[in-house]
C-alpha cells in the first residue's frame, strides 16, 4: 500500500513541474497512453474485469422451410417434376434441414449447384451452412396408381408456411379430385388439364380422376343409343304447341352430336339440356351438340309451336336420328272449355291419364284431355289425328266466402283489434287481396287452423288462401287478424270503424264490437244494421249462424234453409228447419219449462179446427219448432213431454204473416191438461194482440241484453291477445258488445259510426 502512494505521489509531482512550464493560459494536457481516474472510478473498473464474459443468444429454432412450389405432371405409370424450397437457417455453423419424406429423389440442386443429400429413418435431409437464407430444388417422382376407371397418387406434403401444387394431367376437362386441399384454379389447353391448388403442410393429400381420358387411344366405336320422348301436345285457340322431353341414354360409343327431325310447319321455340353445349338448325334438322360425349345419358327438353286456323290437326312425333330404339309417351291437352277426339294409329296405344310420366304430365298447364304409347316400328309409324270443338268459356268465382263472422276490441286509446274468420269455399284462388285502412298491419293469418304468412304488395296485403300440402273439397276456415291505430277517444264526441275491402264476395257478415264499459254509445250509423233494430224472429236467427246463410234487402229477413225443406207425410209430421225466422204461413215457438231451460223432443201437433187437419213434429236440441202447410183459421196447438203436463192453445193463423207461439210446460202428470183460449185480435190482421205486444216488448228487453254480452268470440281474442299474437295491446276486459250484420259484400268496405260519451 506504501509503495502504490508513493508512486501516485510521484507521478503527481511530475505534473505539478510540467504545469509550470506551460503557459498559464494554456490547460495541461495529459501525456498520451496514462489516464487519471478516481479512486472510485478504479474500482468499479477492477470490479468489471473480475467478472465473467456473457454468452451469446441461441436462436429458438435452427432453422425454418417458409414456402414449398409443387410443379408436377402425369406420364405414363408415374407423377415426375420438382419440389422447391424456400427457407432460413438460423443456427450457426452447418445445420441439418429435412426437406421431403415418401417421395423419390432424383437429383437436388441449390443455388444451380448439386446438394448432397442424408438419408435419416427415411427422410431426405440437406447439410446447409449457417445463419443464411436458403433455396433448394430436388428433382422428384411419385408412383401412379391405376384402377378400373380411376387414376390415383398419394403426395407427401412438405411441412412447410405454405404449399402450392401445379399438376398437369392428359386430357381435355378432366375432373380432379383432392382431399384434403383446396383447388383455386383449373384450365383445360391443348389437350390436358391443369390445376393450381393449396395443400394442407404436412399432411398428405390423395388426388385422383377418371381415367378414360388418359387412357390409351384406341379407334372410335360406332355410337348406338337409344331415345324415349315424352310429348306433351297443346292444343289453344290459335296454335298447336309441342313440348318434347327427349332421354337419349348411350349403350355404345361417346357421341358428340345428335340430330333430330323438326316436323314441317313447326318453329322451334326453345332448345335446352343439361349437356347441351350448342344447337343449330339446319334445313328442318335439328344438331344437338353435347360438352361431355363420355356420358351415358343425355336429357334435351324441346320447344316448337304452329299456328293453327281450323278445328283439326294432326299431332307430330319427334325422332332421333340413328337411334337402334325409339319408344315414348303423348299427352294431349286442351285450353279453355272444349270436346276433343284422338284418333290413334300405326304403333301408337291408348293409356290411362293416371299412367304417364310425372314429369309430363308437370308440364301441363290446362285439362287432360288423352295420353298415348308407342314403341316406333320401322314398317308402323305412330300417328294422332286431333279434332275438336270448342265452346265458349263462361265466368265463374274462384272463391267465395259463405260467412264472416268478425270481432273488434276497441280500446280507450282508440287502438282497435279485429279479427276476421271467413268460411271459404275455393277453386282456384290462392290469396285474398286485403285493402286495410290507413295505419292498419295485419298481424297473424291461418288457413285451416294452420299458420301461414301474409305477404304485403304495393296495391294491398295478400292473405293466402292455401298452403303447401292443402287440397280443400269443402268449406274451411280462413283467420286473419289486423290492428288499427285509430284516434284516442275525448270525453264525448263521433267516431268510425271500419272493415277493409277483400276481393272475395261474403254471402253474410257478422260483426260484433266490444267498448270498454266507461263509455255510453247511441246513435249507430253506416251500411251495417244493428241487430237489435232487427225483427225479433232474425235476431234469434243470428244466434244460430252455423246453420244459417241470409240474405237481407232492406232490413226485411229473409231465410234459406240449409237443411233439408219440410217434408208432408200425408198429414204426418213435418221436419222442423234449422233456427232461422219464420216465413208467412208457418207458426212455430219455443218449448222451456218453468225455470226457462228449453225441452227438446217435445211433441207438437197442430189441429185446424175449421177442418180438422193435422200436423205434427218435435222440438230440437234448442227447444224451437216449426210447422208449414197448415191451413189458415182457428188452429189448436197442443204440446206434450213426458214428466210435464200437457199444454194447449188455441190461436188464429193468418196466411199473410207466420205465427210464433212459446209454450210452458209445468212439471206433473202428463194427463193433466192445460189449456189457454187466446183472445181476438184488437183488429182483426193488421194489430198484433196485446199478449203479442207484451212478448215482443219481453223479447226486445232480451235482445238488448243479449245486445251488450259478450260472446266468446271476445273471450277468444283477448285470450290470443295474452299469449299468441305478436303485439303488445290493453284489450278492455269489461265493455259492452254491439252486433251488426250485413249480406252480400262485394269487395267493400264495411263501416259503423256512433255517438261515444264517457259516463
Not at 188 to 209: C, F, N
Not at 621 to 632: E, K
Amino acid at each position: 500500500m506504501k509503495k502504490k502512494l508513493l508512486a501516485l505521489m510521484l507521478v503527481l509531482s511530475v505534473n505539478l513541474l510540467a504545469m509550470d512550464k506551460t503557459d498559464k493560459n494554456e490547460l495541461p494536457l495529459p501525456n498520451s497512453g496514462e489516464v487519471t481516474l478516481t479512486l472510485g472510478e478504479y474500482t468499479r473498473l477492477v470490479e468489471l474485469a473480475t467478472k465473467p464474459a456473457k454468452k451469446p443468444e441461441m436462436p429458438p429454432i435452427p432453422y425454418a422451410i417458409k414456402r414449398a412450389d409443387l410443379k408436377l405432371k402425369v406420364n405414363n405409370e408415374s407423377v415426375l417434376g420438382t419440389v422447391q424450397f424456400q427457407g432460413e437457417v438460423f443456427a450457426k455453423g452447418p445445420t441439418k434441414v429435412p426437406l421431403t419424406t415418401g417421395m423419390t429423389v432424383l437429383d437436388a440442386h441449390q443455388d444451380g449447384k448439386a446438394l448432397p443429400l442424408e438419408q435419416e429413418n427415411g427422410t431426405h435431409t440437406a447439410v446447409l451452412p449457417g445463419a443464411a437464407e436458403f433455396s433448394v430444388t430436388l428433382d422428384t417422382g411419385v408412383r401412379l396408381g391405376i384402377e378400373a376407371g380411376r387414376a390415383s397418387f398419394s403426395l407427401p406434403v412438405p411441412p412447410a408456411g405454405s404449399v402450392r401444387l401445379s399438376l398437369a394431367i392428359p386430357g381435355d376437362h378432366t375432373n380432379v379430385r383432392i382431399n384434403p386441399g383446396l383447388i383455386t384454379e383449373r384450365n383445360s389447353d391443348h389437350g390436358q388439364t391443369t390445376i393450381e391448388a393449396t395443400l394442407a403442410p404436412g399432411q398428405p393429400v390423395t388426388i385422383w380422376w377418371a381415367t378414360r381420358e388418359i387412357a390409351a387411344p384406341v379407334a372410335p366405336r360406332e355410337a348406338r343409343f337409344l331415345s324415349e320422348v315424352k310429348t306433351l301436345v297443346s292444343v289453344s285457340e290459335a296454335d298447336l304447341r309441342i313440348a318434347a322431353l327427349a332421354d337419349i341414354s348411350v349403350v355404345q360409343g361417346d357421341p358428340a352430336q345428335f340430330v333430330v327431325e323438326v316436323p314441317a310447319g313447326y318453329e322451334l321455340t326453345g332448345v335446352t339440356g343439361a349437356s347441351l353445349e350448342s344447337s343449330e338448325l339446319q334445313s328442318g334438322v335439328l344438331i344437338l351438340k353435347v360438352s361431355a360425349p363420355a356420358l351415358r345419358n343425355h336429357q334435351f327438353l324441346i320447344s316448337m309451336e304452329k299456328s293453327i286456323d281450323t278445328a283439326k290437326a294432326d299431332a307430330p312425333f319427334l325422332s332421333f336420328k340413328e337411334a337402334q330404339r325409339e319408344t315414348g309417351e303423348v299427352l294431349v291437352e286442351g285450353a279453355g272449355t272444349m270436346e276433343l277426339t284422338a284418333k290413334e294409329g300405326g304403333s301408337l296405344k291408348r293409356m290411362d291419364l293416371k299412367e304417364t310420366n310425372p314429369y309430363l304430365r308437370s308440364l301441363a298447364r290446362f285439362p287432360l284431355q288423352a295420353a298415348f304409347r308407342y314403341h316406333r316400328q320401322p314398317t308402323e309409324p305412330p300417328t294422332l289425328a286431333l279434332e275438336w270443338l270448342r265452346f265458349p268459356d263462361s265466368s265463374v268465382l274462384a272463391a267465395v266466402a259463405e260467412r264472416a263472422v268478425v270481432t273488434t276490441l276497441v280500446t280507450s286509446e282508440g287502438r282497435s283489434l279485429t279479427e276476421v274468420k271467413l268460411t271459404i269455399k275455393n277453386q282456384a284462388q290462392p290469396f285474398l287481396k286485403v285493402e286495410l285502412p290507413a295505419g292498419a298491419s295485419i298481424l297473424s293469418a291461418d288457413v285451416a287452423g294452420e299458420k301461414v304468412k301474409p305477404v304485403e304488395g304495393p296495391d294491398g296485403n295478400r292473405v293466402p288462401l292455401l298452403r303447401p300440402g292443402f287440397r280443400p273439397t269443402d268449406s274451411y276456415a280462413v283467420t286473419f287478424v289486423f290492428m288499427h291505430s285509430g284516434a284516442p277517444f275525448a270525453k264525448k264526441g263521433d267516431s268510425e270503424l271500419s272493415l277493409p275491402k277483400m276481393d272475395v264476395p261474403i254471402s253474410f257478415l257478422q260483426w260484433e264490437v266490444f267498448l270498454p264499459e266507461q263509455y255510453k254509445v247511441k246513435d249507430f250509423g253506416g251500411d251495417a244494421i244493428a241487430t237489435n233494430l232487427l225483427p225479433m224472429s232474425f235476431q234469434d236467427a243470428t244466434e244460430g249462424l252455423d246453420h244459417l246463410a241470409y240474405f237481407v234487402s232492406d232490413a226485411q229477413p229473409v231465410n234459406t234453409f240449409s237443411g233439408p225443406q219440410f217434408v208432408n207425410t200425408n198429414g204426418g209430421s213435418f221436419g222442423t228447419p234449422s233456427a232461422g225466422p219464420l216465413l208467412p204461413g208457418q207458426l212455430g215457438g219455443f218449448v222451456t219449462d218453468p225455470q226457462g231451460a228449453v225441452i227438446a223432443g217435445a211433441q207438437v201437433r197442430a189441429t185446424n179446427l175449421d177442418n180438422g187437419s193435422q200436423r205434427t213434429t218435435t222440438t230440437d236440441s234448442s227447444g224451437r219448432w216449426a210447422i208449414a202447410g197448415m191451413p189458415a183459421g182457428r188452429v189448436k196447438i197442443e204440446v206434450d213431454k213426458q214428466g210435464f203436463k200437457k199444454a194447449a192453445s188455441t190461436r188464429d193463423l193468418d196466411s199473410t204473416r207466420p205465427l210464433e207461439d212459446d209454450v210452458k210446460l209445468n212439471v206433473g202428470e202428463a194427463n193433466t191438461t192445460v189449456e189457454v183460449t187466446a183472445e181476438a185480435p184488437i183488429i182483426e190482421g193488421l194489430n198484433p194482440r196485446s199478449d203479442d205486444r207484451h212478448k215482443e216488448r219481453d223479447k226486445s228487453k232480451s235482445a238488448q241484453a243479449l245486445q251488450t254480452n259478450a260472446s266468446s268470440n271476445v273471450m277468444n281474442l283477448q285470450r290470443k291477445v295474452a299469449g299468441v299474437l305478436p303485439v303488445r295491446i290493453d284489450v278492455p276486459r269489461a265493455g259492452n258488445s254491439y252486433r251488426f250484420v250485413r249480406p252480400l259484400v262485394l269487395d267493400e268496405e264495411t263501416k259503423v259510426t256512433f255517438n261515444y260519451k264517457n259516463k
